[in-house]
């Protein structure tokens, strides 16, 4: 007779186990398939090179922010000295009129105007057209010129204070800058950092070979005259006067220093930091910052009227500036993490050049 026995049912323990490692499973299954791949070379080095760009932007934020302190630093001790100056005059003042009273006072009384003066602040009694016919002419010329400081004074203050409150705005922003541009350099190693050591030297390598191909376009360019005869489509290799070209020369001279945010020479520049030195080291003096630089000169629109030792500038804020090098090619400080180099003008969004 074939057997009629239930078979054995499995144990509730050993169910609960099963179904566990079967969710824990299901779960492993799910995540593996959410999980973000690990970026490739190319989408780190886009994001890289974004977080570099919105870096320069603050950066040269920061510099325009730097500079207004200095000019305030330099506004208020201007300011501080001239109310030193002018209080050490009324002073002086002061006791000229003191030492009227009291040769009034030795030869029978003094003044009532010069009594009221030397007891309480004068403005309100010279407002008063009678006041001044009690006062012979010294004493009226006097109490005027004490008059007169007194508001000059209250004058430099006010705006030495109002000065102050602005300084102090102005570090706030400076702070507040420099944690952006700090922030972002951050976040850029950070993605740097998820590539590997080999991965992270092709990409230096393979910038610095385009930096090289660029030098070459540059300096292998035939010469044109500067009437601007034989330019081409990237540009005449003449340049635009003789200031530029020094300029343009001091710039070649810092080929390879490192870019550095906020820097300005001798030994690290950022991009408008390397324009102004190399301008001040022609004898021409420019504004700090690219934007302002971007509003002095010639504008020059098209790429086929530039000149060696024209300014360029990108983008579309125009937080990007650097040398226009002949044949197409810019020399510039680039971005953190690089050196002053040369680079082809088309890597960047173009708007328009400066001859100085």
């Given at each position: 007779?074939?057997?009629?026995?239930?078979?054995?049912q499995?144990?509730?323990?050993?169910?609960?186990?099963?179904?566990?490692?079967?969710?824990?499973?299901?779960?492993?299954?799910?995540?593996?398939?959410?999980?973000?791949?690990?970026?490739?070379?190319?989408?780190?080095?886009?994001?890289?090179?974004?977080?570099?760009?919105?870096?320069?932007?603050?950066?040269?934020?920061?510099?325009?922010?730097?500079?207004?302190?200095?000019?305030?630093?330099?506004?208020?001790?201007?300011?501080?000295?001239?109310?030193?100056?002018?209080?050490?005059?009324?002073?002086?003042?002061?006791?000229?009129?003191?030492?009227?009273?009291?040769?009034q006072?030795?030869?029978?009384?003094?003044?009532?105007?010069v009594?009221l003066?030397?007891?309480?602040?004068?403005?309100?009694?010279?407002?008063?057209?009678?006041?001044?016919?009690?006062?012979?002419?010294?004493?009226?010329?006097?109490?005027?010129?004490?008059?007169?400081?007194?508001?000059?004074l209250?004058?430099?203050?006010?705006?030495?204070?109002?000065?102050?409150?602005?300084?102090?705005?102005?570090?706030?922003?400076?702070?507040?800058?420099?944690?952006?541009?700090?922030?972002?350099?951050?976040?850029?190693?950070?993605?740097?950092?998820?590539?590997?050591?080999?991965?992270?030297?092709?990409?230096?390598?393979?910038?610095?070979?385009?930096?090289?191909?660029?030098?070459?376009?540059?300096?292998?360019?035939?010469?044109?005259?500067?009437?601007?005869?034989?330019?081409?489509?990237?540009?005449?290799?003449?340049?635009g006067?003789?200031?530029?070209?020094?300029?343009?020369?001091?710039?070649?001279?810092?080929?390879?220093?490192?870019?550095?945010?906020?820097?300005?020479?001798?030994?690290?520049f950022?991009?408008?930091?390397?324009?102004?030195?190399?301008?001040?080291?022609?004898?021409?003096?420019?504004?700090?910052?690219?934007?302002?630089?971007?509003?002095?000169?010639?504008?020059?629109?098209?790429?086929?009227?530039?000149?060696?030792?024209?300014?360029?500038?990108?983008?579309?804020?125009?937080?990007?500036?650097?040398?226009?090098?002949?044949?197409?090619?810019?020399?510039h400080a680039?971005?953190?993490?690089?050196?002053?180099?040369?680079?082809?003008?088309?890597n960047?969004?173009?708007?328009?050049?400066?001859?100085?």
């Open positions: 007779m074939a057997s009629h026995r239930r078979p054995k499995p144990s509730r323990t050993r169910v609960t186990v099963l179904t566990a490692t079967a969710a824990a499973a299901v779960a492993l299954t799910s995540q593996a398939a959410q999980a973000d791949p690990k970026p490739t070379k190319k989408d780190v080095k886009e994001k890289v090179d974004k977080l570099y760009e919105e870096a320069e932007h603050a950066t040269e934020k920061y510099n325009g922010a730097k500079e207004k302190q200095e000019k305030l630093e330099k506004q208020i001790d201007g300011l501080q000295d001239k109310v030193a100056r002018g209080q050490d005059e009324l002073n002086d003042l002061r006791d000229g009129l003191g030492s009227l009273a009291t040769a006072y030795r030869s029978g009384g003094i003044d009532p105007s009594q003066f030397l007891s309480s602040d004068p403005d309100d009694y010279l407002d008063k057209a009678s006041a001044l016919d009690q006062l012979s002419g010294k004493q009226a010329d006097s109490l005027k010129k004490i008059q007169a400081k007194q508001r000059t209250a004058q430099q203050r006010s705006e030495a204070s109002g000065k102050l409150t602005d300084l102090a705005d102005t570090r706030k922003v400076l702070g507040k800058k420099k944690k952006e541009v700090q922030g972002k350099l951050a976040e850029a190693q950070r993605l740097l950092n998820t590539l590997t050591a080999q991965e992270r030297q092709k990409l230096q390598e393979e910038e610095q070979r385009a930096s090289r191909a660029s030098e070459r376009a540059a300096l292998d360019a035939p010469e044109t005259k500067a009437s601007g005869g034989g330019s081409t489509s990237g540009g005449s290799t003449a340049t006067s003789g200031r530029a070209s020094s300029a343009y020369s001091a710039a070649q001279s810092k080929l390879g220093s490192p870019y550095v945010y906020g820097a300005q020479g001798p030994s690290s950022d991009c408008s930091g390397l324009t102004s030195w190399a301008f001040a080291q022609a004898g021409v003096k420019i504004p700090r910052i690219s934007q302002d630089q971007a509003k002095i000169g010639t504008r020059i629109s098209s790429q086929s009227d530039l000149k060696v030792g024209d300014l360029v500038f990108f983008y579309s804020d125009l937080h990007h500036v650097g040398f226009y090098a002949g044949n197409g090619q810019i020399l680039p971005k953190p993490g690089t050196v002053v180099r040369y680079e082809s003008i088309n960047m969004p173009y708007m328009y050049g400066v001859r100085v």
